[in-house]
């Protein structure tokens, strides 16, 4: 068997269109677009592509996007300022601070910081503090855990009832997704570093979000005949044949799963896109919002 392979690349372009059109709506009701702050702190080579990636793609379909760059060693007080300045800028309707932060910043009193309307990461102590409970909506999902459902969803790959398995727990992707997947009533568990005997959990799965961010780590003889993989992992691996040297492979060791799963991410070209597409969405979500629709 070979799976049908998740094209994320071509879901999160049809999102794109849908977005533009809706920006060029709200141009023509109310005479102005969605604008998307974006603040990167330092000079990470990966974040400062993250960063360029979001605001080229605000631009492709109307948004508009502010670009605060501050330098490495910015103090806590002036991150905080920032963002209570850019938290008052009606033309502002979504923050995104890049993370990671440098180590002398505390990022959850700057997270805190952002408006919760404007919370468009969905990283806010109580946007998250929503999530994790039942029925109390949360005002924005964090991006890529939204992409991963909204891939199922497009798909037509069924949630409720299923076991779903989350490798990884980290805050901005794995503990996320599992609170959603749970709020879709499906049978959760979450793995970790500590987990037992991890190829049987897995093995359970009948959906299989893997972010843990170890290259290759899930083989083929893990997964359970038909699982829908959504991988999650970007890892570096050295490939001389390459021109950067280098090639992106997920958590999941792809040639051998396609032959097992139902369905399954590439990576590239399977989560990535849809990280940005969920971007686009919540700052265009709350520019609805915040002209009294939505
Ligand atoms: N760093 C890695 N992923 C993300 C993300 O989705 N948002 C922000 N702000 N920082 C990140």
Not at 162 to 187: C, D, E, F, Q, Y
Request: aromatic share 4%.
């Amino acid at each position: 068997m070979s799976a049908t392979i998740i094209d994320g690349k071509e879901i999160a372009s049809t999102i794109h269109s849908e977005i533009k059109a809706e920006v060029e709506q709200m141009q023509q009701k109310y005479g102005r677009v969605p604008g998307l702050a974006t603040v990167l702190v330092g000079e990470r080579p990966d974040s400062a592509t993250y960063v360029r990636m979001k605001k080229k793609a605000c631009a492709e379909v109307g948004i508009q996007s502010f670009g605060v760059d501050l330098p490495e060693d910015v103090s806590q007080d002036e991150l905080k300022k920032l963002v209570e300045e850019l938290n008052a800028d009606p033309n502002v309707h979504g923050i995104l601070v890049q993370l990671p932060l440098p180590g002398h910043i505390d990022e959850e009193e700057i997270l805190g910081t952002i408006s919760l309307e404007k919370d468009v990461d969905g990283f806010h102590p109580l946007n998250i503090g929503r999530l994790s409970m039942k029925r109390r909506d949360p005002l924005f999902v964090p991006c890529t855990p939204r992409g991963c459902i909204e891939l199922l969803d497009r798909m037509n790959i069924p949630i409720e009832g299923k076991r779903a398995v989350v490798l990884g727990r980290s805050n901005i992707v794995g503990l996320p997704a599992a609170m959603l997947l749970l709020h879709r009533n499906a049978t959760l568990t979450v793995c970790h570093s500590r987990t037992k005997d991890l190829p049987a959990v897995v093995r359970e799965a009948d959906i299989l979000i893997a972010a843990v961010g170890r290259a290759e780590m899930v083989r083929g003889d893990w997964l359970k005949p038909g699982v829908a993989v959504i991988d999650v992992g970007t890892n570096a691996v050295d490939d001389p044949t390459k021109k950067k040297g280098y090639r992106l492979v997920g958590d999941v060791n792809f040639e051998e799963a396609k032959e097992v799963a139902g369905f399954i991410t590439p990576v590239p070209g399977g989560v990535g896109p849809m990280t940005i597409a969920m971007l686009l969405r919540n700052t265009t979500d709350s520019g609805w919002r915040e002209m009294g629709e939505g």
